[in-house]
């Protein structure tokens, strides 16, 4: 697939390349699934690269010798918008975050060990926080000794003996590098994933995300097998969806799983209509012209006519297949464990889950995450469990 995307500013879910990408995207989703499949062979095919998606915060870039932005800078996400809000000194932290204490104290320590982190010139290199000396914490649990960070939703437990626990006990800063960023200015940077995890000083504690081995069980493998002789022979036509249908369809996945609804073929056939109803219904009201309700009443009607084609229907089982094989391979992808992991209940309930997810890139720096969001993007949604940011 070429090129999408200069930047790793919203990597989409893979099942969402079926939408945004149609033929192109479908053909790039099976690509991948057959690399994942392959590699549990072990054969050595390097078309992608997959990588452990950490729940870090905040997203940070940094560099330490940029160009025409001088030396040893940081920037949360304001990086790439028109007006870089980029960090040099405590003051600049101050003055753009004043309000924000927790965030100044993670800001303010990335800065200081900029110049440890050997970035080499003229790169800007972009990852997640992890932790600091102090939002690490020591935990009993199951009858074993943990030291864990918790940063946003999941809390990663080193456990008392291993070789992480020792790093990140003597480390000053933790951070999971993934992308990294070369052209001659901001507008002209390109992204890529080929990082040198081992330049950082020892005081910093490098995250190395990317997972050398699948192993897939028979069963597993079986299965994976059936649903992409389904995916690859299903003859679908992806051109007739528009804009419109697009945008709907993604808000309604979104407004699902925020509501802890999974997402299976019932729902979409029997609620997707009633939600661009729902929607439209609370445009019409709003319209103040006779002219205008009408034209929302005929794009409303339009749209409806397409959930009834068999094209959509077809369009919706072979989203339902690609989020089915996803969760195979989230499955088999969550036995790479360095971390423990949890997330916890305001009540100080742990309960054990899997990582945030899994990004897959290609060579042309296409990206695409596996999540499993009715998991995990639930428990972001889910009032009751913990985020580490608001301690």
Not at 93 to 101: A, F, M, N, V, W
Not at 135 to 157: M, Q, V, W
Not at 168 to 176: C, E, F, P, R, T
Request: with cysteine; proline share 2%.
């Amino acid at each position: 697939m070429k090129s999408y995307q200069n930047k790793n500013l919203h990597i989409p879910h893979i099942e969402d390349l079926v939408l945004l990408k149609r033929d192109e995207g479908l053909k790039w989703i099976i690509s991948v699934f057959k690399w994942l499949y392959k590699k549990s062979f072990n054969y050595n095919i390097n078309d992608f690269k997959i990588s452990i998606k950490m729940d870090g915060s905040p997203a940070i870039y940094c560099f330490s010798d940029f160009y025409n932005l001088g030396k040893n800078g940081i920037a949360t996400k304001s990086m790439f918008i028109k007006e870089p809000k980029i960090l040099y000194t405590e003051k600049d932290i101050l003055k753009y975050y004043e309000d924000r204490p927790n965030l100044i104290k993670k800001l303010s320590c990335a800065l200081e060990y900029i110049p440890y982190m050997n970035i080499p010139k003229n790169e800007i290199w972009q990852g997640d926080y992890l932790f600091d000396q102090n939002s690490l914490h020591n935990l009993s649990l199951s009858n074993k000794e943990f030291l864990y960070f918790h940063p946003n939703t999941i809390i990663y437990c080193a456990k008392n003996g291993s070789k992480q626990y020792e790093e990140i006990k003597n480390s000053k800063l933790g951070v999971a590098w993934h992308t990294i960023y070369k052209g001659s200015d901001l507008n002209d940077c390109k992204a890529s994933y080929c990082i040198d995890l081992n330049r950082s000083h020892n005081d910093i504690f490098v995250f190395d995300p990317y997972i050398k081995n699948i192993d897939i069980s028979n069963e597993d493998r079986n299965l994976i097998e059936d649903i992409l002789k389904i995916i690859i022979n299903k003859e679908i036509n992806l051109s007739f969806l528009d804009k419109s249908i697009v945008d709907l369809l993604m808000r309604f996945e979104n407004e699902q799983i925020k509501n802890s609804q999974k997402l299976d073929l019932n729902t979409f056939y029997e609620r997707f209509p009633i939600y661009i109803t729902e929607q439209f219904e609370k445009e019409i009201s709003n319209k103040k012209t006779v002219k205008g309700k009408e034209f929302t009443k005929i794009r409303m009607k339009y749209l409806l006519d397409i959930t009834e084609k068999e094209e959509f229907k077809s369009i919706l089982f072979l989203l339902i297949n690609i989020i089915q094989l996803k969760e195979i391979f989230i499955k088999t992808l969550n036995k790479n464990k360095v971390f423990e992991t949890y997330v916890k209940t305001k009540e100080g309930d742990f309960k054990k889950v899997g990582h945030e997810g899994f990004v897959i890139s290609d060579k042309c720096c296409n990206s695409c995450k596996l999540v499993n969001r009715s998991e995990f993007s639930r428990y972001n949604f889910d009032n009751n469990i913990e985020k580490g940011w608001e301690k």
